[in-house]
Each structure stands twice: as C-alpha cells, then as structure tokens.
C-alpha cells in the first residue's frame, strides 16, 4: 500500500497514527524509510549519509529508490518479506514511483493524502528543514499525475486522528 502526497500534505503524520492503530496486527507492517538526512520526530526513517546510501544501493540493498528535494530514499530490501509472507506492506513513498510500484507489486492500493495549498504551505513553513531547500520549490515540484492515479484520496484538513482512521479502514480493506 503507497500512501503518496505534496510535502505537507500529513502522510507521515497519518502513517504514524494508523501504527499505533493497527499495533498488534501482525498482519500490517510499516516498514522505516532510509532517507539521506537527518532523521525528525515527525517521521519514522532511519538516516543513512549519502555516501552509505549509495554502498546500500550498490549492493541492492533497496527494493526501490527515488531522489526528492536533494534526498535519496530507499526502501528496505526486507519488505519483499513481508508482501511473501501475506501482510499488508504500507510505505511513504513519491509519487514519482507509483508506476514502477504498480508493475513490480500486485494488488498494489495507492492512498493520496493531501491538503489545499495553504495549508500545505503553512505546514511546510512550520517544520522549517532548510535541508530541503526552498519552500517555493517544494510547494511548486510537479509530477506527472497520470501515472499516480489514487485508489483513495484522503484530504487532511482538521482532526487528523479522524483521518488515521480512514486511512485504517483501507489498510483493513475496507
């Protein structure tokens, strides 16, 4: 499952709250993204330099990888354990690679989490990481919504618990 969405927009803040939820599920898994800067407590990644990233991507270490706003991201190669074992895999990824998912995984369900632009500039200012370079550009980044058509959209506007909640319901199928 790809939980997709513009910077700001709350996916990881939705992901961590659908966790908790689903704690004790063995059947759900949230794997941590590895993400070549600082790790923060609004997401759930392990942190790796970038020269150690690209040793974890020479040696296939990743299932998938994509570069966004100056960063590497990979996820781990482990989570190809999961999909074989039966769970529900639910990632953060860029909508950039929704298309590549989609041929590589089965059954693949994508969630686009959003918010209007406002808000999603508002957000962005707040958390205030000037390691992923200018707000304008964040806010401005394109992409090419043909390929990262939603299953279900999620507007994450108000009480984000309400919104975990939805985003549960598809993890659980419904």
């Not at 370079?133 to 279900?152: C, K, N």
């Amino acid at each position: 499952m790809l939980v997709i969405g513009p910077s700001g927009a709350g996916k990881d803040t939705l992901i961590k709250l659908a966790r908790a939820a689903c704690a004790g599920d063995s059947s759900v898994v949230f794997p941590r993204r590895v993400v070549t800067r600082e790790a923060s407590s609004s997401e759930d990644n392990d942190q790796l330099s970038n020269d150690v990233f690209q040793q974890a991507l020479a040696r296939g270490d990743f299932v998938m990888h994509w570069e966004a706003h100056g960063h590497c991201y990979g996820l781990p190669r482990a989570l190809d354990d999961d999909i074989r074992a039966g769970r529900t895999v639910v990632v953060n990824v860029s909508r950039t690679v929704v298309d590549v998912m989609r041929r590589a995984y089965a059954d693949m369900v994508v969630i686009l989490v959003t918010a209007p632009p406002d808000i999603l500039a508002q957000r962005l200012a707040m958390r205030a990481r000037g390691s992923d370079g200018p707000l304008a550009q964040r806010l401005g980044r394109a992409v090419d919504e043909t390929s990262t058509v939603p299953d279900a959209t999620i507007v994450n506007v108000g009480d984000a618990e309400d919104h975990a909640l939805r985003l549960v319901d598809i993890i659980r199928g419904g």
